[in-house]
């Protein structure tokens, strides 16, 4: 969510910090707030986006073939969820953040945003979502984009799960919210999808890469990469009779920016929302020249937030191409990482503080992309393993659309 305090008011408060006490600057919740349940429609939003209504708004957002910019949406949907989770945890009567509220929400992560038909041709768009699952200090939030047709129909474009945590403002330690009232079937199903969710996200951590080794199946197909293309490592690029293969560190695309205060959140560090934007736009980019062609998002396959990105630091993103095939469905499917680092100007140090992952298509009609992606396997574990990622990706992202698709 973005600030509403001027970012000269928010310096001042800064530079009287040092007199001021922790306790009268950012004051804990009373232990003994009572947690009052809640019911999941009590959190619920949405904002409605006239891009077919309104010429004006349509301006602000649209791309340079006519359509919407998915980055701008994206940054929405982060707002939103921010916005979500605080109805949740002052109650559905609350219309704005007051001061001194002894806790605040972060962003923990971005688990999955599945684009399910073309926001083309324009339409008026409605962005909304709730909380469907709690912990004791995170909420899984639901959202979802919807087309409003002409006709009145209504026709559902994109689903996402934002995971947020409560901090205690002063210790900033995990603080608990605010339980769910489960009162009805489909409030049970919701809660039970969010338990699944949670689960996954669990296993998915202990089988990570950088925890685990790779599966047998996996070592395997790296070795025959190895075996198959090892002896083209010193060219830049090569054919093969399968088309053209690239490695992985010849398809990095950067860029570094300043970090201004207008794009600042609550806590006066820089929106989460606007960090996937660029994040966004620079993968598609990067995805848009590897295929040489336009390609249409398709899914956000995970968010990772390490550490806040301050105002005034300047931030790099970096961006490779992890993955590339194709199938009957798409053309052409490539799996972009983006990595966020901020630089200490004095030090000239980086440290990490987001990691986003998307997939893009090709258009239905072009042909088959020829350009796959190799890693250096044995002299580059670190693409190796990004491969192997990119990969588990691809074949989770093609499971949930066909499970959607239905027989």
């Known amino acids: ?53 309104s010429a004006d708004v349509l301006e602000q957002y649209t791309n340079a073939s006519g359509g919407i910019r998915t980055g701008m949406l994206m ?7 921010g916005g979500i989770a605080y109805k949740h945890m002052l ?12 806790f605040y929400i972060v962003t923990a992560s971005v688990d999955r945003l599945d684009m399910l038909a073309p926001l083309y041709p324009v339409r008026d768009m409605r962005l909304s979502g709730q909380v469907i699952h709690t912990g004791r ?68 951590a202990v089988r990570a890469l950088d925890r685990v080794p790779p599966t047998s199946a996996e070592a395997e197909e790296l070795h025959a990469l190895f075996l198959k293309y090892g002896q083209n490592e010193n060219n830049k690029g090569f054919l093969t009779a399968e088309g053209e293969r690239v490695w992985m560190g010849d398809t990095r695309l950067e860029k570094c920016l300043m970090m201004f205060p207008q794009e600042r959140n609550v806590h006066q560090k820089i929106f989460g929302g606007y960090l996937m ?44 191409i992890h993955h590339s095939t194709s199938s009957a469905q798409y053309p052409a499917i490539v799996h972009v990482g ?55 990706a691809l074949d989770m992202g093609e499971e949930i659309r066909g499970m959607r698709k239905g027989p």
């Open 1 to 53: 969510m973005r600030s509403p305090i001027l970012w000269s008011e928010a310096l001042l408060r800064d530079s009287l910090g040092s007199s001021a006490s922790t306790d009268a600057v950012a004051p804990s919740r009373p232990p003994s707030d009572p947690l009052v349940p809640r019911n999941m429609h009590d959190s619920y939003c949405e904002l409605v986006l006239p891009f077919a209504s």
């Open 75 to 81: 940054e929405h949907l982060d707002s939103l969820a």
């Open 91 to 102: 109650g559905p009567g609350v219309s704005a953040l007051t001061k001194d509220l002894g």
């Open 137 to 204: 200090s995170s909420m899984e939030i639901a959202v979802r984009m919807e087309a409003l047709e002409k006709d009145g129909t209504e026709k559902t474009i994109l689903l996402g799960r934002f995971c947020m945590v409560c901090r205690d403002a002063r210790t900033h330690k995990a603080t608990a919210v605010n339980p769910l009232i489960i009162s009805t079937p489909e409030d049970q199903m919701l809660f039970n999808i969010g338990e699944l969710h949670k689960n996954r996200r669990h296993s998915r």
């Open 277 to 320: 934007r660029l994040a966004y736009e620079l993968g598609f980019a990067n995805s848009t020249l590897f295929t040489r062609g336009h390609v249409r998002f398709l899914s956000l396959d995970g968010i990772s937030f390490a550490r806040p990105v301050p105002i005034g630091s300047i931030l790099r993103l970096t961006s490779h």
């Open 338 to 392: 983006v990595q966020a680092d901020v630089i200490d100007v004095t030090t000239g140090a980086e440290r990490t503080t987001n990691d986003f992952r998307f997939t893009w298509c090709g258009d239905v009609g072009t042909p088959p992309l020829e350009r796959k992606i190799i890693p250096k396997t044995y002299r580059g574990l670190t693409e190796a393993m990004l491969w192997l990622e990119g990969k588990r």
